[in-house]
Every structure is written in structure tokens, then in C-alpha cells.
């Protein structure tokens, strides 16, 4: 439902977004556009994500029951906020809307604050340390490009041995 309302009815009930002209020539238009879908379509896998593996919905009231590591997850821990986040930016392209850009930026913020401040926090007393080995491995927004694993604890061997190894 916040989803909804965040990338729906706000930004077309208060910053224009059903008065937006589409000009399929217009680099702006085009970009707003991809992201709009993009984001609708990231959003659709996470909700069908959490709902299928970790048990749960969206809803506070009934909140996933599993630790959702996988899909979109297992590249960033709030893919849904992005998704949401990617939407937003794409609306405010397509609109033009000054506005927009400042309620996409403290959509953003809001958002940001209260992963750290209410959800981590929540999801490490719920799971314990398989978040933690979850956060650890994963970025909280964006990807990570090399793994934060320890020769150690890949088993004391480096990337680069291990092909060695494998190649001999």
C-alpha cells in the first residue's frame, strides 16, 4: 500500500503526474519512462519475493517469516525502496517537476532513516546473526563488487589460488 501511494497517488494527485505529456523524442521523457517501468517491474519481483520466500507481505501486521536473501535481494537489502525510489525519479523526469525532484529526494531520506533507524535494527533482533552475515555481504543501497570475504574465511586460500588450483 505505501508503495502505492508514495509512487502513485502522491505524485498524480499533488505534483501533476496525470497531466504529464509524453514525448517519445525527448531524451528526459524516454529515460523518466524506463524508469518508471523499470521500477514497477522491480517492485512487482520483490513483492512476489518476499511473499514466496520469506512467508510474509509488506504488512507490519505480517511481516516475512524467513530472512528473504535471495533474487534482488542477494544484490542489495532494499531493492522494494529502490524500486519505489526508481519510480519516483523517473516521475519526476517525466513531469518536469521540480517538486517532484524534492519530494523523490526526501522520499529517499525518509526512507534511508528509517531502514536504519527501525528496520536493520529490527531485522537483527528478529534474525541474529544470519542478518548480520546478511548486512555484512550485502549493501544496504547499492551493490557490492567484491565480496567481503576473508581468505580466512573462504577456507585460508586466496581468489587467485583457488584458480591456480583449478586450472592445473
Known amino acids: 500500500m505505501l508503495p502505492g501511494f508514495v509512487a502513485g497517488y502522491a505524485p498524480w494527485r499533488f505534483f501533476g503526474l496525470g497531466r504529464a505529456g509524453l514525448n517519445l523524442f525527448s531524451a528526459a521523457d524516454v529515460l523518466g519512462l524506463l524508469c518508471v517501468a523499470a521500477g514497477i ?14 512467508r510474509g507481505t509488506l504488512s507490519p501486521v505480517d ?5 528473504v536473501v535471495r533474487g534482488l535481494y542477494r544484490y542489495v537489502r532494499n531493492p522494494m525502496y529502490l524500486s519505489v525510489t526508481t519510480i519516483v525519479l523517473g516521475e519526476a523526469l517525466l513531469t518536469r517537476s521540480p517538486a517532484l525532484g524534492v519530494y523523490w529526494a ?21 534474525f541474529g ?14 551493490p557490492r563488487l567484491r ?14 589460488a583457488r584458480r591456480t588450483r583449478r586450472s592445473r
Open 41 to 54: 517491474i522491480l517492485l512487482a519481483v520483490c513483492i512476489v519475493e518476499f511473499a514466496r520466500i520469506g
Open 63 to 67: 511481516p516475512p517469516r524467513v530472512l
Open 106 to 126: 526526501i522520499w529517499f531520506l525518509g526512507a534511508n532513516l528509517f531502514v536504519i533507524g527501525y528496520e536493520e535494527p529490527t531485522l537483527r533482533r528478529r
Open 129 to 142: 546473526a544470519s542478518y548480520n552475515e546478511y548486512a555484512r555481504r550485502v549493501g544496504r543501497w547499492f
Open 147 to 160: 565480496s567481503r570475504e576473508t581468505p580466512k574465511q573462504r577456507g585460508g586460500v586466496s581468489r587467485r
